[in-house]
């Protein structure tokens, strides 16, 4: 597509359910990012595929969150047992290659609140 | 680590007026990029400009320019003549070159500096 889609736009959790928000490239970008961005914060790292290799998991917060690229293109980022901490939007990032020159391409966010 | 602090959390201005984004940030790497993304109120981060550290000269595009300082270790973002759509959250970016060997553009940003440009 376009540009960087994510769904839902909007996701309100009871406190210990699972959510998975989806993550769809720009179509044929090598990198893949996640990003999770507290209210009235910066964005924060959390997570890095380079096709479908988890090369980066350091900003994980706990072993609720996972993420996946299993072929390379959409990326599903996973919460389980969420808590009212994990409130937040959730951006995702692609870009064509893989330096510290990349330009970032992100998707609208998905707004989570968590109840 | 590294780290970007963006000091102004807000500024207010009236149309055409200019406004200067101030940003420092600290880094061990010798090789980095800078860069300012804007996220207006429908949530997408938006581009702006890019920078790296080897290029400290300073340039203008449009009613953007940008003031790089390695000394002060600062990127500041200046809006010429500002506009009503002007008016976002603007934040800026550190890109570590090399982080343990791999290079793929992971960014730190700071707190983010939100403008409004009031008629």
């Known amino acids: 597509g376009a540009g960087v889609s994510q769904s839902p736009r909007y996701k309100v959790a009871k406190r210990g359910q699972d959510v998975a928000l989806r993550c769809d490239p720009i179509?044929?970008?090598?990198?893949l990012f996640w990003y999770q961005q507290a209210l009235g914060q910066g964005p924060e790292f959390l997570t890095y595929f380079q096709n479908e290799a988890q090369l980066d998991k350091s900003g994980l917060p706990s072993d609720r969150f996972f993420a996946e690229r299993p072929e390379g293109s959409v990326s599903t980022l996973k919460i389980q047992r969420t808590q009212q901490e994990d409130s937040a939007v959730y951006l995702c990032?692609?870009?064509?290659?893989?330096?510290?020159?990349?330009?970032?391409?992100f998707g609208a966010g998905s707004r989570l609140t968590v109840l | 680590a590294q780290k970007v602090t963006q000091a102004q959390t807000e500024i207010s201005v009236v149309e055409k007026e200019d406004v200067t984004l101030d940003c420092v940030y600290e880094t061990r790497d010798t090789t980095y990029y800078l860069f300012w993304y804007k996220q207006p109120p429908s949530g997408e981060l938006v581009f702006l400009i890019r920078?790296?550290?080897?290029?400290?000269q300073n340039e203008i595009s449009g009613r953007y320019s940008w003031n790089f300082q390695k000394s002060t270790s600062s990127f500041n973002f200046t809006i010429t003549a500002s506009q009503v759509v002007d008016s976002a959250v603007y934040f800026c970016?550190?890109?570590?070159?090399?982080?343990?060997?791999?290079?793929?553009?992971?960014?730190?940003f700071g707190q983010g500096t939100i403008l409004t440009v009031h008629p």
């Open positions: 920078r790296n550290s080897f290029d400290e």
């Open positions: 179509s044929g970008h090598v990198s």
């Open positions: 990032a692609s870009s064509k290659q893989y330096s510290g020159a990349n330009v970032l391409t």
């Open positions: 970016a550190l890109s570590e070159a090399y982080a343990g060997g791999t290079s793929y553009g992971k960014l730190t």
